[in-house]
């Protein structure tokens, strides 16, 4: 499921009991992300773009139906975007979890692309490889290691909260991983925009659906820079 759906009450349904509402939304952008240098699991801030970018998405979502929980990875960057959208929805406490961290990119982190390739070629050549099995030099993980800690992740977080809407604060390359779960027809999602909106519903029986995909209509509403770099299949 590609391209952008407009967010409107046929989006919004009602969550069913047997049915978890989960909007996943990526951090918002930081001096790295401006810079195009890779993050990985090095801890950058947001910049003042990405805290504008933050409240954008947070005054959007306290004006749609009640948030029940909001989840974050514990990195600063996606920890705060979660702290501003859970202070905008009236919900008290963000719940860190690691395992959504962004994919560690072992050799490469804080390093800018075209120094990666460079610098570190072998870990590099492993980073854009298209086996899902490749580990990176230096500690980091393949996109199946990946996978498997971000849609377990996610189906806990489901499991737990039935019938409710929960909002989910990650990274570029944990939604990816998590479109490649729920998407039946593999194809590239494109680039994911910082503070993006993509609404997942996983029901009893381990299945997942996409109901919305990439919205940045807060963004087109606010003015707010869109276009930070990340968020592609190389993204860290």
Not at 59 to 70: A, F, G, N, T
């Amino acid at each position: 499921m590609e391209g952008v759906l407009p967010q409107s009450e046929e989006n919004i349904n009602i969550v069913s009991l047997n049915c978890t509402e989960i909007i996943v939304i990526r951090h918002g952008e930081t001096e790295w992300n401006a810079e195009g240098r890779i993050q990985g699991h090095l801890d950058v801030e947001l910049n003042d773009i990405g805290r504008q970018q933050a409240h954008a998405v947070a005054d959007r979502l306290s004006r749609e139906p009640k948030i029940s929980v909001v989840y974050s990875s514990d990195l600063k960057r996606a920890f705060e975007t979660a702290e501003t959208i859970a202070s905008s929805c009236g919900v008290l406490e963000v719940v860190k979890d690691p395992d959504l961290r962004e994919r560690h990119l072992g050799d490469i982190q804080g390093l800018t692309v075209s120094e990666a390739s460079q610098k570190s070629p072998n870990a590099y050549k492993a980073m854009v490889s298209r086996r899902t099995d490749q580990e990176i030099p230096g500690g980091g993980e393949s996109l199946d290691q990946l996978f498997q800690r971000c849609t377990s992740s996610l189906q806990r977080i489901a499991e737990k909260h039935r019938g409710k809407r929960v909002v989910v604060v990650t990274h570029g390359g944990v939604i990816r991983a998590l479109h490649r779960r729920a998407s039946s027809n593999g194809r590239s999602v494109g680039k994911i925009t910082n503070t993006s909106i993509n609404i997942f519903h996983l029901s009893e029986g381990d299945h997942w659906t996409i109901k919305v995909w990439g919205d940045i209509s807060h963004l087109d509403k606010a003015g707010f820079l869109k276009s930070g770099f990340g968020g592609d299949r190389n993204s860290g």
